[in-house]
């Protein structure tokens, strides 16, 4: 059998505008030509009957309103006119055997100088409460005198044959943007009305002659590596919650090998209606590779960054028809390699930045994450991948995967039916505030899963908060003693409307925090963040296993005395509290106004959906006007 288009490719020097895929579990590559057009905007993506690939750079986020440096780089769409699928055996056998040659030139930011960046990030971002993780690339930088397409097909070659636990391996090459990787992670897909996302976050770095199987055991036990991974699931939980009406639902956790590295990685599952082109808008991009609060995160990255992105935390983007319409198969660009004209090589790759993480830790992580493409590149020596013990064959391993689960909101792991405690709220209306942090989407799904019906609306869109049963004030990022951030200053305001007129509201985090600095206790940063921590708190007499993801915390006056107390507290607001062993408020409550310091709605939180419904129940008892 001849393969005419791949050859043609091959031989086209370029002109030919190509893409190479396999996927994972395939036993064929799939190979692309076609139209190359340029669209400004996602719902431009030219979707009239035939299959499109896109390349969706980082800057592309600014259609969700977030920031990013603008490079320019295009969103770029193949619309496919013909293809072809190979078995990957009579691929390998066309492609050139050996790697084009690279010179290296090592890191565009030294590794000292990428550890004062991740010192940074911990004490001015997470330390000011600005999140709970960070994602900072910084790029491998290399040259080629090689011919451009022969080039990527060699690389592309060697990791098809050295590389493992792929989810795509592509080489692309679409006029002037030239790319090949192998990445492990789906950003989204859509089959039929399926969405799935696949958070991956930890990473086990293998020793030079393999992993071991204590090391996996060591990895998988070892709590930043979990705690990074349920921040990433609690963050890809609020886009499915804001893509899928019916939310998301969790599986795994699996681990994934690689042939340098292990990750950690959760499946999340929901049923969209949404067309292809706005959920990818609404998910752009996953917190794997950029951070949460997502919107913060875009911040932080402009901040420490010192260059654009270019494409990388994108997605390649495959629209695919089928008589039924199309499908999405989205991954994510990352363990990829960028050729420029003029033979500029670079490979960018980055680390998730929390709050223990160690500056060597993070420094090792990304020549770790770069050094599959880089052996490909021919720039570290190659192994076969085929050798290596399979750490999921290996005893213990599977518990240890399964153990993870037991701590989890049974809410997003069971298939979410609609709930029998619903009836005693339905027909309650509630406003959701958000600040910033989409982890309403998440607290909206609850709420109507407890029977009201829900609207959010963004903080700056909210003058006042009258007619609602219920008014939530969600959390979000910053310093919530900063009366000079508008946002904090209108929270302020529309909270203490919502007191005087005695009126049902809920506060969570951020907005609990306010709440208190309000009733009179003092806010400070507490000695150590807990973003992403899992507590268990008292509750106004019961215990609640609870996700937290905060940086300050109101101190209650335990010195005083509670009529001295009294006094300390503002008229408009008369409230009890719990406080933890650490003198730190964990909840609020008073005639009409409940509110937490933890994130009820987080993955984390067992005892989240329970506890919401109790304090929803609290809140909705309405207090007497105090005007
Ligand atoms: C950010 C990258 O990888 C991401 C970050 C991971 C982590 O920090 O553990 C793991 C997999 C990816 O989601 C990268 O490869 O550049
Ligand atoms: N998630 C939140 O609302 C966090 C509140 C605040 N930014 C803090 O870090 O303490």
């Known amino acids: 059998m001849d393969h005419p288009l791949l050859t043609r490719i091959a031989a086209s020097d370029g002109a030919l505008p190509f893409a190479l895929l396999r996927r994972e579990g395939s036993p064929d590559v799939e190979v692309l030509t076609g139209e190359v057009v340029d669209v400004d905007a996602l719902a431009d993506i030219p979707l009239d009957g035939r299959p499109v690939l896109s390349a969706v750079p980082f800057r592309q986020v600014r259609e969700r309103g977030f920031a990013a440096h603008d490079d320019g780089a295009p969103?770029?769409?193949?619309?496919?006119?013909?293809?072809?699928?190979m078995p990957l055996d009579a691929v390998l056998e066309l492609l050139p055997d050996a790697p084009a040659h690279v010179d290296a030139q090592g890191f565009d930011v030294p590794d000292e100088e990428y550890a004062e960046i991740v010192r940074r990030v911990i004490a001015d971002e997470i330390g000011r409460g600005e999140g709970s993780n960070f994602v900072i690339k910084r790029s491998f930088v290399g040259h080629t005198d090689a011919p451009t397409v022969p080039a990527l097909l060699s690389w592309f070659r060697a990791l098809l044959t050295d590389e493992s636990g792929a989810y795509w391996t592509f080489a692309v090459g679409l006029d002037d943007l030239r790319m090949v990787g192998a990445t492990p992670e789906r950003h989204l897909s859509v089959q039929g009305d399926v969405a799935m996302m696949n958070p991956i976050s930890g990473t086990y770095r293998h020793p030079a002659d393999g992993p071991t199987h204590a090391g996996a055991l060591g990895f998988l036990a070892d709590v930043k590596e979990s705690e990074e991974l349920f921040m990433v699931v609690d963050e890809e939980m609020k886009m499915m919650s804001a893509v899928c009406p019916e939310g998301g639902r969790i599986l795994g956790p699996y681990l994934k090998q690689m042939s340098r590295l292990s990750h950690t990685e959760y499946l999340l599952e929901g049923r969209t209606s949404l067309d292809l082109r706005e959920a990818l808008r609404l998910t752009m991009f996953a917190p794997t590779v950029t951070g949460?609060?997502?919107?913060?995160?875009?911040?932080?990255?402009?901040?420490?960054?010192?260059?654009?992105?270019?494409?990388?935390?994108?997605?390649?983007?495959?629209?695919?028809t089928s008589p039924s319409g199309y499908s999405l198969d989205a991954p994510i660009l990352i363990r990829t390699a960028y050729l420029e004209d003029g033979g500029r090589l670079t490979v960018p790759a980055g680390a998730t930045l929390v709050r223990h993480s160690t500056p060597e830790g993070e420094v090792a992580e990304t020549h770790a994450k770069a050094?599959?493409?880089?052996?490909?590149?021919?720039?570290?020596?190659?192994?076969?991948?085929?050798?290596?013990l399979d750490l999921n064959a290996q005893p213990g391993v599977a518990d240890a995967l399964a153990a993870r689960n037991e701590r989890l909101a049974s809410f997003w792991v069971r298939p979410q039916a609609t709930d029998a405690s619903a009836a005693a709220l339905a027909g309650r209306t509630a406003l959701v505030v958000d600040n910033e942090d989409q982890f309403t989407t998440m607290l909206a799904h609850q709420l109507r899963h407890l029977g009201l019906e829900v609207r959010i609306a963004p903080w700056a869109e909210v003058d006042s908060v009258g007619d609602h049963d219920l008014v939530v004030f969600g959390p979000g990022p910053g310093d919530p003693r900063d009366l000079s951030d508008r946002r904090i200053a209108r929270l302020r305001a529309l909270m203490l409307e919502r007191l005087r007129a005695g009126a049902p509201l809920l506060a969570v985090c951020l907005s609990h925090q306010v709440l208190a600095e309000l009733a009179g206790y003092e806010l400070a940063p507490l000695p150590a963040p807990r973003q992403g921590v899992r507590l268990e708190v008292d509750v106004f007499g019961e215990p609640a296993a609870i996700g937290f993801y905060n940086t300050f915390g109101a101190r209650a006056p335990r010195s005083l005395s509670r009529s001295e107390r009294r006094e300390t507290i503002r008229p408009e607001v008369e409230l009890e509290a719990s406080v933890d062993p650490d003198g730190v408020v964990t909840a609020l409550r008073g005639p009409g106004v409940a509110s937490i310091q933890g994130h009820l709605e987080s993955v984390l939180s067992s005892d989240g959906y329970a506890t919401l419904l109790r304090l929803v129940e609290h809140a909705l008892v309405p207090a007497p006007a105090r005007v």
């Open 292 to 320: 949460s609060p997502m919107q913060n995160a875009c911040a932080v990255i402009a901040r420490h960054e010192p260059k654009p992105r270019g494409y990388y935390a994108g997605v390649l983007a495959f629209f695919e």
């Open 371 to 388: 050094s599959g493409v880089l052996a490909a590149l021919g720039l570290l020596p190659r192994q076969a991948s085929a050798a290596a």
């Open 75 to 85: 969103l770029r769409c193949l619309v496919v006119t013909e293809s072809e699928r």
